[in-house]
């Protein structure tokens, strides 16, 4: 027992929380579970806390259970919102719920720093913040750490390192800026209703300053390009970038004949800057 709500299912059946596709909804009832995903996101005493997507409020729980100073939640379905009414009046002045689309609402005028971002989102939404995150104006972002639930296979793209061939522009864009890790996996079976592939926790910490230099939107566009054509030799993918783009990654220290798979983070941030500096 993590608080004195009452269990998951019970809190479904009362609120008539029957899981619609159309939100994107496999929810989490294991409280066990949810407690130990929000272990995942570390120290949480003294941090404020955005979940998006809390549902009938299980990682809710477990994040107040597990001390975070505040928990703000936006949450799509209005029917979660009584629900999550209950667990508010449980941990008085610790949880705000907000009930709109995550994509559109600005959550950075009620939060207060140190912030840590938890989510068991719908997949696409997922990916979709975990981008807007990981690619703010200015860095380091408002955010300290991320802990999300993915696919298995995006959680994998997340952290893949150089020949492998989940390696690309999500671990290159995450990793440049942030040490990623996967940090629990879980069967469908872990959900209800079961979603039809397996998840993965990841959990991302920025870091202060980039791993190398380079300019975000320089490196983006190489890393964009690189990859579009991964089978292509580097040469020839990269050629609208520079009229002498050979030049370019031989002063980079890359073989123009090698694919973008085979490149590591320092390679393509010294092609970055050699790009800049050559415009
Ligand atoms: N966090 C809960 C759990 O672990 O059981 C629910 C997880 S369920 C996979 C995803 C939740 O995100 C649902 O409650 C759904 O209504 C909500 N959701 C879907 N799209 C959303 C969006 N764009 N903004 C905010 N919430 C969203």
Redesign the pocket.
Known sequence: MIDDLPPLRDVIRTHDLRAKKS??????LDLNL?ARIARAAGDLTGADVLE?????G??TRGLLAEGARRVLA????AR?LPALAEIEAAYPGRLSVIE????AVDPLAHLTPPIKIVA???YN?GTELLIRWMTPDTWPPFWDSLTLMFQREVAERIVAKPGSKAYGRLALMVQWRADAKIVLNLPPEAFTPPPKVSSAVVHIVKRDAPRFPAEAKVLERVVAMAFNQRRKMLRAALKGLHPDIETLLHSSGIAPTARAEEIGLEQFCALARALKDNR
Not at 23 to 28: A, H, W
Not at 74 to 77: N, Q, S
Not at 100 to 103: M, S
């Open positions: 939100f994107g909804q496999n929810f989490l949810t998006v997507g809390p549902g009938p299980g990682l936006i949450e799509k379905d979660c709109g689309d995550a994509l068991n989102l719908p939404v």
